[in-house]
């Protein structure tokens, strides 16, 4: 009977016991859940507030046109606003030469409108070489995108060479595109040729007016008809991450009108290194070009070579270019016009220099300095440089104020003998 009698004794001493140490250890369970959900919870709401300031102010251009006060008198928006990830794009331009893969094709068409005011023509120019007061310097329509797993295509067509009488001109990309994998894209047709940063880049997002004195000279029109292979070489090892090559037979027609028998041969290699971030290209064109009639020439090479760089750290962004090769021996025109200063085996050499540097996310102020020796039309030198200040108004357009010192005209396409402009761009 005694043994009973003890054991209901220690179980009852015991059990409070083992209760409490339970207790305990739950509690303490429960104090860390509660402490990793609040944790969790602040910065859920930390990004939620992130994502509603965002939105806000990304609605906020659009709620309110733009008009003189906004651009002039709206208050400093704080330096943390800057994007570094939509600046570095910006200045490196990743997807410089890119296929049109990952574009959706619609019935709408993508529009872009340039309109520029231009005075203080420099001196040696006359009203063409320098037209001055308010001009529209590109209306264009896009339809691009992909049609299939395997297809895509581009049409843009551009209405500001029609009132000039250059019907030729009005259509500027009319390509087709296949793809084989997803590293390689095939292209024909009429398309900007694969040749270094400037050439390439679309005058609606280009900070400066215009390209550099050397994409005008060496490739009027930026175009031509041919043919493209271009590859990503990410799937090689990890070295060949961010290169791609481009290589493609082209007709050389110095602007849409095939003036010779031969064929281009144009090559270029890009690699974006994003960790640093850099990117860099060479490129090189073997080709031929036409000669007076009745002047004795060794040879009618027409070859170029180029290299370019593009560097961005923080809100500081710098890109460099350089282009040489043989002096064209013609304008840029429907009917072959020779350049008056050309002469057999001489080289033309041109390149230029870019600063930007990121006030805000939505403006930054810029320049350039612009040089090309070996002008086929006046024989000399043309030096320049261009500084000025550009400001996002919301998500489709943008203004820009440029000044420019020059030391004579430039000619060619693309050519800015004025001092001054403001340009307004709309992308839709």
Do not use: C
């Not at 606003?81 to 990952?102: A, H, N, T």
């Not at 940063?197 to 930026?222: C, H, K, L, N, T």
């Not at 090559?267 to 850099?278: A, E, S, T």
């Amino acid at each position: 009977m005694k043994i009973p009698v003890l054991l209901a004794i220690l179980v009852s001493l015991t059990s409070p016991v083992a209760s409490s140490q339970d207790r305990d250890t739950r509690i303490a369970d429960l104090d860390k859940k509660l402490a990793a959900a609040r944790e969790t919870a602040s910065a859920l709401q930390k990004t939620i507030d992130s994502l509603a300031t965002e939105l806000a102010s990304l609605r906020q251009p659009e709620n309110a046109p733009p008009s003189a006060t906004a651009l002039l008198g709206a208050p400093a928006e704080p330096l943390t606003e800057v994007k570094p990830d939509g600046f570095k794009s910006q200045i490196l331009r990743p997807d410089l030469g890119g296929d049109e893969r990952d574009a959706k094709m619609t019935g709408r068409p993508g529009l872009f409108i340039q309109s520029r005011y231009q005075n203080l023509p420099i001196a040696g120019t006359t009203i063409a070489s320098a037209p001055s007061n308010f001009v529209l310097t590109r209306m264009e329509s896009r339809w691009s995108g992909r049609l299939s797993d395997k297809v895509g295509m581009g049409f843009e067509l551009q209405y500001h060479p029609a009132p000039m009488g250059a019907a030729a001109e009005i259509v500027n990309d009319a390509f087709v595109e296949y793809y084989p994998s997803e590293q390689i894209t095939i292209r024909a047709g009429q398309f900007v040729k694969p040749f270094g940063f400037d050439v390439q880049q679309s005058s609606s997002i280009r900070e400066s007016p215009e390209r550099g004195m050397f994409a005008g000279y060496f490739f009027p029109g930026q175009r031509d008809r041919g043919v493209l292979v271009s590859a990503k070489l990410d799937s090689i090892g990890a070295a060949w991450k961010g290169a791609q090559i481009y290589a493609g037979l082209f007709n050389g027609n110095r602007f849409f009108v095939d003036n010779n028998r031969q064929l281009n041969y144009n090559v270029r290699f890009r690699k974006v290194l994003d960790n640093i971030p850099l990117a860099i290209g060479v490129s090189a064109q073997l080709g031929r070009q036409i000669f007076p009639v009745g002047m004795m020439v060794a040879t009618t090479s027409e070859n170029l070579y180029g290299a370019d760089v593009q560097w961005a750290w923080r809100r500081f962004g710098i890109r460099g270019e350089l282009m040489g090769g043989d002096m064209p021996s013609t304008l840029v025109s429907l009917q072959s016009e020779f350049t008056p200063r050309f002469r057999p085996g001489a080289h033309s050499v041109g390149g230029a220099v870019f600063t930007a540097f990121a006030l805000t996310r939505h403006s930054q102020i810029y320049a350039r300095y612009d040089q090309f020796n070996g002008d086929p039309v006046s024989g000399q030198n043309v030096r320049a440089f261009n500084f000025g200040y550009l400001r996002k108004l919301g998500e489709h357009s943008r203004v820009a104020a440029d000044y420019q010192f020059k030391n004579r005209p430039s000619f060619n396409d693309d050519f800015v003998n004025t001092r001054f402009q403001i340009v307004w761009n709309v992308v839709y």
